[in-house]
């Protein structure tokens, strides 16, 4: 079971590499996460014709911005998808009510909004790379809605502590191997703006 595109990272692996596993494991099922795909990942929805051992699950959170409404939906053979409804409604306490059937349904008729939506953001993280490489920043190239980013003169955790007290709101992971990562979601371009003034000043302390 993995994100694809990755969190925290958003690095994207390549279909062909997913294909790699499905082919070293075929007594295992594989679930592939693709959250964050509509950003600039590459969906393996196509691989379902040939592996009966995928699972391909996406989310209405993310790129369509209905975290509130709990949609999702899984993909996979008709004996996956089987065995998924015979222990759904065992644990599963997040049904859909009839607002969020009608919103979802009204977000997949809308494609062009969705495509325009996420073309925006690409554009604006496109940006953001740019920006925050001339500064210093070191990142993974992401194919999601945020960036995670480490600098060499700066602890992360300060910085984290900097930008709240700005109210300019990041992540940071309290982990060993990526203590010294923060991970930045695009906003508007306004947004990121605020953002790269605030990491100009605070970087010629």
């Known amino acids: 079971v ?6 925290p990272t958003g690095i994207a692996l390549p279909s062909a590499a997913i294909e790699e596993i499905l082919q070293h494991n075929p007594e295992s099922l594989v679930v592939v996460d693709e959250a964050y ?4 990942g590459e969906t393996v929805l196509p691989l379902l014709k040939k592996y009966e051992n995928l699972i391909v699950v996406q989310t209405f959170s ?11 939906f899984a993909i996979g053979s008709v004996e996956l998808i089987k065995a998924l409804h015979d222990v759904k409604y ?3 306490s997040y049904t859909m009510n009839r607002s ?4 979802g349904t009204a977000a997949v008729q809308n494609a062009a909004y969705l495509q325009e939506t996420t073309a925006r953001i690409v554009k604006t993280r ?3 790379k740019q920006v925050l490489a001339e500064m210093g920043f070191r990142f993974p190239d992401s ?9 060499p003169d700066c602890d992360a955790h300060e910085l984290f502590e900097a930008l709240r007290e700005a109210h300019i709101f990041v992540r940071w992971f309290d982990s060993p191997r990526i203590r010294n990562y923060l991970r930045i979601t695009i906003g508007t371009d306004a947004q990121m703006e605020s953002l790269f003034a605030f990491l100009r000043a605070y970087l010629k302390k």
């Open 2 to 7: 993995f994100p694809n595109p990755n969190a």
């Open 37 to 40: 795909v509509d950003f600039g």
């Open 62 to 72: 993310k790129s369509r911005a209905m975290a509130g409404e709990r949609i999702g």
């Open 90 to 92: 065992s644990f599963n």
């Open 100 to 103: 969020a059937l009608d919103a």
């Open 126 to 128: 496109e940006h953001t």
């Open 143 to 151: 194919k999601s809605n945020f960036l995670f980013v480490t600098h």
